[in-house]
């Protein structure tokens, strides 16, 4: 939803803008093309490395126009502030891991390639989601598939773990696909591991919380008329943007753009099957 969140930023010629999700840089890059003046953040070394090289091959003028930061977005306050960032004409949430992190085995997101269960966005994090796979007791893993993955059958899938682990600790992202799978069948739909996958992942980055902490100071950084633009990618998150902009709208700091969220088009989806469950919510800040 490339071009939907850049229109619906409304990015003018010289106004600041925040991408707190730089990623491979398509946004930032878009925003900056535009004309506006971007502090691009990313939690992950290697988003911020891969489009320092990447903007070696833009224009002059449009590569001075961009600040990469690596940091994460619940410190939004303290990096935009000594970034010289406050006030500014829009912030863009693109949440979720990227296709390189998706597709990169080692990071250990997809249970479709062989790796390390890792699932670190930040690589100084201590835990990874196979230190919780093997050191969770049976309860509390049941407790994290149910809440982060909105999981049905999270006693059944937590029994066949433990029941697996006590005959040799879980190492990669097959491992864990497979013990599942095993238990669980799999039928012609989403694969049985998929919320499992998710919940880890949120668990390993606190993700949610990340997100209710930046979304609160996001409202603090926007100037009047400046917009929060988010595009979520599962219930859990759209869940706390909707209640979250509500709450600003209620408190009267202005108002929500987007009654029903945006969703992609057909086409995009056909292009890039990852984006159909994207949902995209904006707010704009009033007067107050
Ligand atoms: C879906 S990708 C963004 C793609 C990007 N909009 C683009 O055009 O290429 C999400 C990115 O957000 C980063 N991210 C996720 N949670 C973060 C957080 N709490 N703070 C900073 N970056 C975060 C991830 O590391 C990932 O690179």
Redesign the pocket.
């Known amino acids: 939803m490339?071009q939907e969140a850049s229109s619906l930023l409304q990015v003018k010629k010289g106004k600041r803008y925040i991408?707190?999700?730089?990623?491979?840089?398509?946004?930032?890059l878009a925003i900056a093309k535009s004309g506006g003046v971007v502090l691009a953040?990313?939690?992950?070394e290697e988003?911020i490395r891969f489009v320092e090289e990447k903007i070696t091959h833009v224009a002059e003028d449009v590569r001075r126009e961009i600040t990469l930061c690596k940091?994460?977005?619940?410190e939004i306050g303290q990096i935009a502030k000594r970034e010289g960032f406050t006030k500014v004409s829009g912030i863009?949430f693109?949440?979720?891991?990227?296709s390189?992190?998706f597709d990169t085995p080692s990071r250990g997101f997809s249970f479709q390639r062989e790796g390390v269960l890792d699932m670190r966005?930040d690589s100084s994090l201590a835990v990874t989601a196979k230190d919780l796979i093997n050191g969770l007791s049976k309860k509390e893993l049941a407790k994290l598939f149910e809440k982060y993955g909105e999981e049905p059958f999270s006693n059944k899938i937590a029994d066949c773990i433990v029941e697996a682990r006590s005959m040799q600790p879980i190492e990669t992202t097959r491992d864990l696909a497979f013990i599942i799978e095993r238990r669980m069948g799999k039928s012609g739909g989403m694969h049985p591991a998929t919320r499992v996958f998710q919940a880890l992942r949120i668990a390993v980055?606190d993700?949610l919380h990340?997100?209710e902490e930046?979304l609160s100071a996001s409202l603090q950084l926007i100037g009047v008329g400046g917009r929060i633009v988010v595009i979520s990618f599962h219930s859990l998150e759209d869940r706390i943007v909707k209640h979250r902009f509500s709450s600003f709208a209620d408190q009267g700091f202005g108002s929500i753009l987007t009654k029903k969220p945006v969703t992609p088009t057909l086409e995009e989806v056909a292009e890039n099957p990852r984006a159909r469950s994207a949902k995209m919510r904006v707010f704009e800040r009033g007067t107050v």
């Open positions: 490339l991408d707190v999700t730089l990623g491979g840089g398509g946004h930032t953040i990313d939690v992950d988003a940091g994460n977005f619940r863009l693109d949440l979720g891991v990227s390189h992190q966005m980055n993700e990340a997100l930046a």
